[in-house]
């Protein structure tokens, strides 16, 4: 896993919202590499700042949807940066090379055209004959398993259950072969057989088109499920990233630890739940030091006057706490 | 000991009307004859997907919608009888639903919001702020909300006033439909811990909506199994959910995401397809389209619920087979 290529670097990305109350930080310095053919998964909280990450990425967020917005750092795909590039190259990038898929997909098909040709329209772009495209949907419908796909190119986004239209959004995106899949909270309106469904079909389309999914969700349980690696953010910083493994072995950021074992697991009879104290900082008021600090367990003086970095460790593990730099064993679970 | 709670062959159908004469076209059965009982102090899970009927179980306890056919019982009283004394008796029974922010009045202040059941029930005055202050301190909120408006308080802070509201007229029963669903899990653990401490408190007894499994089992004593408005299983909460006895149960318990990575390789029931529309029902066991298990009876007969080990029931014709094949693993 450690030897592969990174197929798309973020570095130091800045995102901030103009709202009547000034200035919002929705994402601070975040940083973090997806490699090729992985899962990376970034999980939080609402208003963490993970869905902006990826808008930001996709160039989603602009002057009409949010005006006064700033953005800053750097997005590297294929040697360009992403934030640089005018609106008519993303368009290049956008659906060909990096494709999204949202949490509701009846929100991102028009009521108005049948599922089939919604997708015709995606593969006619890279300039096929009519028959060749119509193959090539009917081939997408069955590789993302669509149940009888001879009729359900003929039906209209609402005769289709969630759980088919999320496939049909997936077939569409993988219809240009792309080398990012980036899908933003996919199952969430999902029941929870229809959810293992996809995760499954996802997992095996990764396995034989070899494309890098970058899967943003609040469930532990998905990452669970399918991650390679995951980031957890918290009020717009990365505070920690690894092996999936890893991280639910040994969470070392004490907001991963406390947020898996507010989880609940067995019993009421094995005893309450863990609570994280507190509320989420105000993102429009400047913050020195830790934006965790004040409903930290951990705390130290030094929380409190500068912010911690997110630095490796051995095992490539990445954790932004102070304590975790002092002491060099990681903090046990009980 | 009576059962707090005795529900038996609820059914609600829905009328779907077409045409010029608004004839009645088709039915949907939401919920289909079910019955179960819920003790004093128990928390009964109800478990299904969208469309299962769940939520509508609730709205029929509560006499929120008129049942087509049976009956509900709380503490002896019929609450589906016509001349019912729903005042009296919707005083002993409390609901908060999923979304906290649509179920409060959203120009009306906290304080309004909380007041209004105090004084339709007939509270004095001097008496209401008190137990206004009394019921916010035991689900961790302070006084200075009362005076703000539903917008201005987190989701959690709202599910939390909601609990509270719900509370205050001392019911013996509180149905929660889905209450942690829209919250965070850091903040569906501070609303999972009330619940779980103010159940302790009045010995409260709650019928328990979800979707989550692993919140279901958490909060349960037993839970049940609904699918397409029909009951498939129903027993103790750790024995359903560990050795379940209906193939559904299994496909559910199986569809659920892990705790960790380390249960990826897991061996999984995955059913196949999505539940089929509730206007146009399979014959016999409705779950046969989707089911591994099916044999020539599950498309003909429809299997009754059946009780296989103590309090423990399941509607399949062929539990005995899953059993066996659970015993020999």
């Not at chain 1, 919002?24 to 053919?37: C, H, N």
Request: some cysteine.
């Amino acid at each position: 896993m450690k030897t592969r290529p990174n197929v798309l670097s973020i570095s130091d990305l800045n995102i901030c919202f103009s709202t009547p109350n000034g200035m919002a930080e929705a994402v601070q310095s975040v940083s973090f590499d997806i490699k090729t053919g992985e899962i990376y998964t970034l999980v939080g909280e609402s208003g963490c700042g993970k869905s902006s990450t990826a808008h930001a990425v996709m160039r989603l967020i602009d002057r009409i949807n949010a005006p006064g917005h700033r953005i800053g750092g750097r997005v590297e795909f294929q040697g360009r940066n992403l934030l640089d590039l005018a609106e008519h190259e993303m368009c290049r990038i956008r659906g060909k090379e990096i494709s999204m898929i949202f949490q509701n997909p009846l929100d991102s098909l028009n009521p108005l055209f049948r599922a089939g040709y919604q997708v015709y329209e995606a593969v006619v772009l890279d300039n096929i004959s009519k028959i060749d495209a119509w193959a090539r949907v009917l081939e997408l419908f069955q590789q993302v398993r669509i149940s009888d796909p001879e009729a359900r190119l003929r039906s209209y986004p609402q005769e289709l259950s969630g759980g088919m239209r999320q496939r049909v959004m997936i077939g569409m995106m993988l219809s240009r072969n792309p080398t990012i899949l980036i899908a933003d909270e996919p199952t969430t309106a999902l029941d929870v057989t229809i959810q293992a469904q996809v995760l499954e079909l996802m997992l095996a389309l990764r396995k034989t088109l070899g494309m890098s999914v970058w899967v943003i969700t609040h469930d532990f349980g998905i990452v669970a499920e399918i991650a390679d690696r995951v980031g957890v953010m918290y009020a717009g910083v990365l505070v920690e990233e690894g092996d999936v493994y890893d991280i639910f072995d040994h969470p070392r950021h004490p907001y991963t630890r406390m947020l898996m074992e507010s989880l609940p697991r067995g019993s009421k009879r094995n005893g309450r739940l863990q609570t994280i104290a507190g509320l989420l900082p105000d993102p429009t008021q400047a913050i020195q030091g830790c934006r965790f600090r004040d409903r930290c367990p951990d705390r130290m003086p030094i929380c409190r006057e500068s912010a911690p970095a997110l630095v490796e460790d051995d095992n490539g593990i990445r954790v932004a706490c102070h304590r975790f730099h002092n002491d060099s064993t990681p903090p046990t679970r009980n | 000991m009576n059962p707090l709670v005795q529900v038996s062959n609820l059914s609600k159908h829905f009328e779907i009307r077409r045409g010029v004469f608004r004839s009645v076209a088709a039915h949907v059965k939401a919920v289909d004859g079910v019955t179960f009982n819920i003790d004093a102090g128990e928390t009964l899970g109800l478990v299904g997907e969208s469309g299962s009927g769940k939520s509508t179980v609730a709205r029929l306890m509560l006499r929120l919608i008129p049942a087509t056919a049976g009956r509900v019982l709380l503490g002896g009283q019929e609450v589906t009888a016509p001349q019912a004394p729903m005042k009296r008796l919707r005083r002993k029974m409390g609901i908060v639903f999923q979304d906290p922010a649509a179920s409060m009045h959203p120009r009306a202040t906290i304080r309004w919001s909380l007041r209004r059941p105090l004084i339709t029930n007939g509270f004095e005055n001097s008496r209401i702020d008190d137990q206004i202050d009394d019921m916010l301190a035991k689900v961790n909120l302070g006084r200075e909300l009362l005076n703000r408006y539903p917008h201005q308080l987190s989701g959690g802070q709202q599910q939390r006033i909601s609990v509270a509201r719900a509370l205050l007229l001392q019911p013996s029963l509180l149905v929660l439909d889905e209450p942690t669903s829209a919250l965070d899990i850091s903040v569906q653990a501070q609303v999972l811990n009330i619940l779980l401490d103010l159940q302790d408190e009045f010995n409260l007894t709650y019928l328990f909506i979800s979707h989550d499994l692993n919140v279901v089992r958490y909060v349960s004593d037993r839970v049940a199994i609904m699918y397409l408005g029909k009951l498939m299983e129903i027993g103790p909460v750790e024995v359903v959910l560990q050795k379940p006895l209906h193939p559904y149960t299994q496909g559910l318990a199986s569809s659920s995401p892990p705790m960790t990575p380390h249960h990826r390789g897991r061996k999984r029931l995955l059913l196949s397809e999505a539940p089929p529309s509730l206007i146009n029902l399979p014959s016999g066991c409705r779950l046969h389209p989707r089911c591994p298990y099916k044999k020539a009876v599950c498309e003909t007969d429809r299997p009754k619920l059946r009780e296989l080990a103590p309090g423990h029931w399941t509607a399949c014709h062929r539990a005995e087979y899953l059993e066996q094949n659970q015993s020999s693993q």
